[in-house]
């Protein structure tokens, strides 16, 4: 017993002997899970600050499409209080005094800082009007008609309306032009945003543009790298078709001319590649395209733009998240999305955790950024801010008179195409003819309204159901056969936004009754093939949302007061020296101006085009050679005394007064 006290004792003693050291490690203990706790809490905080930083980059890497056409969108407004992108896409104002709610309004809804946004649009998207809705705006001209006559004014004219346009409805990004060039597949979709199929004049057409887009806080995006937007049957993808010899040629010479003048940007496409990609992927997410074609063999070294990267060529390869990645990796800067912004939510979280993973390097993700930065640096800074000249409200986009309009007009009566003329038959000068019906599915009380100036006996017979229904009914054409039978000439409208067969009938059936037939196609050359067995054929190129204004153009060079254009080659390259030749209008001058842009089967070849009689129609015209021997005659014969290099100026004044001047130079030996 007392052998157990004794050693509970001590036992007892030994703990309370012990018992402070054991005190002391338990506060060291809790003073260093404490400083544990407060590093790992810092660690996580630093963890999800470069988590949001690298979120925030990757997000500039985007450019998403806004939903609403009124305002923004709920779902717009969710993703813009979580991402900052590089830029978004207005895909249309109905009104242009709502253009600055709009964007006011999307700009409130962004949260975080970021580099400057770029607000983007296709201008002929974002002016189009709702169907059998009255579009407010004036319209712009297709790129077709600048095919029509690549005339320098012609494209000073339509810059100057793309910039009047961005700055009016206060954009900073112009997805356009589109570069493609026009389609030569006998069952694709007629396409007026295009110049033609002609490389050479779509390249010269395009560099005229960029030199004169000097508006340094707007981009101007050439859209649709490589080319093929247009090769599209139905609701299938476009196709390149052209073999890869001859892309550089072809296609891609017009996205080639615009990196030569240092272009910054240029947006790659969906179409299918098979002549480049032998996996068959899009352009926009094509190794062969992006890295191997533009990056190194055209040497370009600016921003590009890949999308839409959720469009349905997309979505038969690939997820349109996975397709954002692997645009990234080909060499893409910038990951454009048109539908949903929660498709482009979850595609910058996929980046995000590719990064994390290692599936793409962060240095990928640097580059991309840095070529924004550089771009919008350049774009945004004060100097170009305080360069810009003349501000555009909003409702000078809507007033049928002014500089607007005018340009508008101006472009489309410039490229007005006379393509057949059998007998002679226009201009129908003042009281030049009896009587005259007309007739066809659009536009025919406009076309009188123009043309009661100059003949009074005008008979008409519309046909108000056809444009709602896309082609003209039977009964239709039995009532404008029976109207309009007995008129000598009928003008008949072809919209090539309608139903052709139609439209076909109806030529055929009045040229029956012994009248003279005079088609005036509106929009797309292509519909010409319906008006074959007409007397004369004018081409006024429009969108449907734009006849008026074409009519207007058209009913002009019909009655005689066309516009007109110099040829660019007169005579031979090289003359002789003392010996006579022959200088005359008929040469030199095109009345009316246009020419055709594509091939309309084999009678109406490219650069197809005919003249009214020059020498009769023009009003003044003075030659002048090495500014010492003039003329006033439409046609003279001069002899060159010696060899040298000399100069040729030609002033002439058309019937509607339009006056305009060209110099050639010419080597006589």
């Not at 004219?157 to 493609?180: A, E, F, T």
Request: hydrophobic share 40%.
């Amino acid at each position: 017993m007392i052998f157990y006290l004794a050693f509970l004792v001590g036992v007892l003693t030994a703990e309370e002997s012990s018992s402070p050291p054991s005190a002391i490690n338990s506060d060291e203990i809790r003073i260093q899970e404490k400083k544990e706790e407060e590093s790992n809490a810092k660690s996580k905080k630093q963890i999800e600050k470069a988590k949001d930083e690298l979120r925030l980059k990757i997000s500039q890497l985007f450019l998403i499409t806004l939903q609403g056409k009124h305002g923004t969108r709920s779902d717009d407004r969710v993703f813009l209080s979580q991402y900052t992108p590089a830029g978004v896409v207005i895909p249309q104002i109905l009104q242009p005094k709502r253009a600055m709610d709009y964007i006011t309004e999307m700009n409130s809804t962004l949260q975080n800082e970021g580099l400057p946004l770029w607000l983007a649009g296709d201008l002929y998207e974002v002016i189009e009007s709702q169907q059998g809705v009255f579009s407010s705006y004036v319209n712009l001209p297709p790129l077709l008609a600048l095919s029509a006559n690549p005339d320098a004014s012609n494209v000073e004219r339509i810059v100057q309306l793309w910039k009047s346009y961005m700055q009016g409805l206060n954009l900073n990004m112009m997805l356009g032009p589109h570069l493609s060039l026009a389609s030569l597949l006998p069952k694709a979709k007629s396409n007026l945003q295009c110049l033609g199929t002609n490389a050479q004049t779509a390249s010269e057409v395009a560099m005229q543009m960029y030199q004169q887009w000097d508006l340094s806080t707007t981009l101007m995006v050439p859209m649709d790298f490589p080319g093929g937007q247009t090769n599209r049957q139905g609701v299938q993808a476009a196709v390149l078709l052209t073999p890869e010899q001859y892309l550089m040629d072809n296609d891609a010479l017009p996205y080639k001319k615009l990196i030569d003048m240092a272009c910054p940007i240029i947006h790659v496409g969906t179409t299918l590649v098979p002549t480049l990609e032998p996996q068959g992927k899009p352009a926009c997410i094509s190794h062969a395209v992006i890295s191997e074609l533009l990056r190194k063999k055209m040497n370009f070294s600016g921003v590009v733009i890949a999308g839409p990267l959720d469009a349905p060529e997309i979505l038969q390869f690939t997820d349109p998240s996975e397709a954002a990645l692997e645009a990234l990796k080909n060499g893409a800067d910038v990951l454009y999305y048109q539908g949903p912004a929660n498709t482009a939510s979850r595609a910058i979280e996929r980046i995000c955790y590719a990064v994390q993973q290692q599936e793409i390097p962060l240095s990928r993700i640097d580059e991309a950024y840095s070529h924004i930065k550089a771009l919008k640096d350049a774009q945004f800074n004060t100097e170009n801010t305080q360069k810009v000249k003349k501000e555009v409200k909003s409702t000078e986009l809507t007033k049928p008179k002014g500089d607007i309009f005018d340009d508008s007009y101006y472009i489309l009566k410039n490229s007005v195409t006379l393509v057949k003329n059998d007998g002679g038959l226009l201009p129908l000068v003042k009281k030049s003819v009896a009587a005259i019906g007309i007739t066809g599915p659009v536009g025919v009380e406009e076309l009188e309204k123009y043309l009661k100036k100059y003949h009074k006996n005008i008979g008409l017979q519309i046909m108000p159901s056809s444009p709602r229904l896309g082609y003209i009914q039977d009964f239709e054409i039995d009532r404008a056969e029976k109207t309009l039978g007995k008129a000598p000439v009928i003008i008949c409208t072809v919209a090539s936004s309608m139903r052709l067969a139609e439209q076909e009938e109806l030529i055929g059936r009045l040229k029956d009754t012994g009248s003279k037939v005079v088609a005036i196609v509106l929009g797309h050359p292509q519909a010409i093939s319906c008006a074959k067995r007409a007397d004369a054929i004018l081409v006024a190129y429009a969108e449907a949302s734009a006849y008026q204004i074409a009519l207007k153009a058209a009913a002009e060079t019909l009655v005689g007061f066309p516009a007109f254009r110099f040829r660019s080659v007169i005579h031979d390259s090289v003359l002789e020296a003392n010996r006579e030749y022959t200088f005359s209008l008929k040469e030199l001058v095109a009345m009316p101006p246009g020419k055709l842009p594509v091939p309309v089967g084999d009678d109406f070849p490219e650069g197809s085009s005919l003249s009214f009689p020059i020498e009769t129609m023009i009003k003044k015209c003075e030659w002048k050679i090495q500014d010492k021997h003039k003329f006033k005659e439409p046609s003279f014969t001069y002899t060159f005394p010696s060899s040298g290099e000399y100069t040729v100026e030609l002033q002439v004044q058309g019937p509607d007064n339009q006056v305009q001047a060209k110099t050639y130079t010419i080597v006589v030996k």
